[in-house]
C-alpha cells in the first residue's frame, strides 16, 4: 500500500525562526509532490508544488525533493504566527489520485 | 469564481438514514475527488472520478455511492449512514490525475447519531 509519512508534531518554533517540515513517501515511482496548508475548521489550502529533484523557492516557503531518498520538505523561512496551522504533504503517480499525509502541525509562538 | 462549491455545510442524520452530499466546481477541470477528514487520520480517499462518465474507488469506498452527473458535478451518496461515517467531508478538483494540483471545497461536517 502507497503511504506518505509525516512526523504528526506539534511543531513548535519562535516568530522569525525557519519552520522544517518533512515528509516520505513510499512509492518509488512517484512523480508529482504537493504541501497544503490547513486552518483548524478550514479546507486545505495549496501552497506549493513539486514536480523535480532540488529545491523550488516562492516567497517564504521553500520546498525540496530528494528522490533517490524518498524525500520532500518544505521549509518555512521567517516563521509568522498566522503560519500556525497543518502542512499536509500529498504525493501520486501519473494517472492516480493523490496520497495524503497525516499533517504536521506547526505552532509559531510570538 | 466560486471554485469548488460543496452542500450542505453541515448535517446531522440518524443511524440508516441516507442523504446526497453536492459538490460542483466552475473551474472546468476534468478531475473531481471525495474524502473523509478524520481526527488523527488525515485526508482518505473516498471515491474519485478522473473524468466525465468513469468513477473509482479510492482508499474508504464501503458505505458510499458516488455519481458524476456532468463535468460540473460529482455528487456522495451515504444510502444508509452510520456511527462510523461522521466525519468531515471534501470535494475537490483537479487537471487530472497526477497531472495538476487539487482545489477543495469548503467542506460538509457530517454527524451520525
Redesign the interface.
Known amino acids: 500500500q502507497k503511504e506518505v509519512e509525516q512526523n504528526?508534531g506539534p511543531l513548535s518554533v519562535p516568530e522569525g525562526a525557519i519552520a522544517s517540515l518533512n515528509c516520505t513517501y513510499s512509492d518509488r515511482g512517484s512523480?508529482?509532490f504537493?504541501w497544503y496548508r490547513q486552518y483548524s475548521g478550514?479546507?486545505?489550502?495549496?501552497i506549493m508544488?513539486i514536480y523535480s529533484n532540488g529545491d523550488k523557492e516562492d516567497g517564504r516557503f521553500t520546498a525540496q525533493l530528494n528522490k533517490a531518498s524518498q524525500y520532500v520538505s518544505l521549509l518555512i523561512r521567517d516563521s509568522q504566527p498566522s503560519d500556525s496551522a497543518t502542512y499536509?504533504c500529498?504525493v501520486?503517480?501519473?494517472?492516480?489520485?493523490?496520497?495524503?499525509?497525516?499533517?504536521t502541525t506547526l505552532s509559531v509562538s510570538s | 469564481n466560486a471554485g469548488v462549491t460543496q452542500t450542505p455545510k453541515f448535517q446531522v442524520l440518524k443511524t440508516g438514514q441516507s442523504m446526497t452530499l453536492q459538490c460542483a466546481q466552475d473551474m472546468n477541470h476534468n478531475s473531481m475527488y471525495w474524502y473523509r477528514q478524520d481526527p488523527g487520520m488525515g485526508l482518505r480517499l473516498i471515491y474519485y472520478s478522473a473524468s466525465e462518465g468513469t468513477t473509482d474507488k479510492g482508499e474508504v469506498p464501503n458505505g458510499y455511492n458516488v455519481s458524476r452527473l456532468n463535468k460540473r458535478e460529482f455528487s456522495l451518496r451515504l444510502e444508509s449512514a452510520a456511527p462510523s461515517q461522521t466525519s468531515v467531508y471534501f470535494c475537490a478538483a483537479g487537471g487530472g490525475p497526477g497531472s495538476s494540483p487539487l482545489h477543495f471545497g469548503n467542506g460538509t461536517r457530517l454527524t451520525v447519531t
Request: charged share 10%.
Open positions: 504528526s512523480q508529482s504537493f478550514k479546507s486545505p489550502e495549496l508544488f499536509l500529498a501520486n503517480q501519473a494517472g492516480t489520485a493523490l496520497i495524503f499525509g497525516k499533517g
